[in-house]
């Protein structure tokens, strides 16, 4: 709470664009790193497929030889090749030094911070948690710190434009994420967690329609730069800024592929209404 006053009596904005302000800082400064060491570590392990495949394909081939060789059933063979398989991929994965619990390292500072700056709005917008004169002093500067259809932040918006709106451009993040990649990689966890998260875009807004407006424009200030990130992330250009590793299977214009994506969605879904 402290951080977020300080940012809006050193810039001398008006609330509303402090909170803006005070997210893409936060983001950029806390988020934007990870999100690119994420990316590098997705790259080298999407870089490790192809020869996951080839060394597999031998395995496969080592396997028939011993089982005609030493017997092997069925329920053995498969329980080594198992044995034999993760070995291998775990022996590449510490070669690389890609494992991919390091690419969880976005979360575990996202989701502390998305929620340590809800808090603090939300204090501001309560006078909480003593109710003394600097308290008072923030809550009126927030009553009259808002812009248009929101001219109050610690009042909830009326209007459900936010909330609307930060349950659309979570809604897009996801379908980004989906148009993406290939289909026929999907498996069925990332089929399961895309409709989760499909399903909690959907659910956060009510929610967001009954929380001060200045949470709530955190929240959609946040969504949409996880948004622009995650677009911009995808540039080749960018990508050789940030000396990410070139993967193969990537598009050259990764727009191009997610707006084809996109149209072969919407026409598969005609034909079947048809």
Known sequence: ????????????????????LSTILMRAALTFPLAVYQKYIFTKLENLKPEMNRLVKELKGETAFAIKKFNWDETHARRMFNLSAKRIWKELIVRENCHPFKATALLWVQIPLWICMSVSFRNMAS???????????????????????????????????LPV???????????????????????????????????????MIPIAAIVPSCVVLY????????????????????????????????????????????????????????
């Not at 451009?169 to 989906?178: G, H, P």
């Not at 800024?241 to 990537?250: A, D, E, I, K, N």
């Open 127 to 161: 006078m909480m948690p003593l109710q003394d004169a600097a308290a008072q002093i923030l809550f009126l500067e927030l009553s009259t710190g808002g812009i248009a259809w929101i001219p109050n932040l610690t009042d909830v918006d009326h209007s459900l434009i």
């Open 219 to 274: 929240w959609v200030t946040s969504s949409a730069y996880g948004l622009a990130q995650n677009l911009a992330l995808m540039h080749p250009g960018l990508q050789r800024v940030l000396r990410l590793p070139p993967v193969t299977s990537q598009p050259p214009n990764p727009y191009q592929y997610m707006w084809s994506n996109l149209l072969k969605k919407v026409s598969r879904r005609k034909v079947a209404q048809d």
């Open 165 to 203: 709106a930060m349950g659309l451009i979570n809604l897009v993040i996801t379908e980004v994420n989906v148009l993406s990649r290939k289909q026929e990689t999907s498996s069925r966890i990332q089929k399961i967690a895309t409709n989760f998260f499909r399903v909690i875009s959907v659910a």
């Open 1 to 20: 709470m402290e951080g977020l006053q300080a940012i809006h009596d050193y810039s001398h904005l008006p609330w509303w664009s402090s909170i803006i």
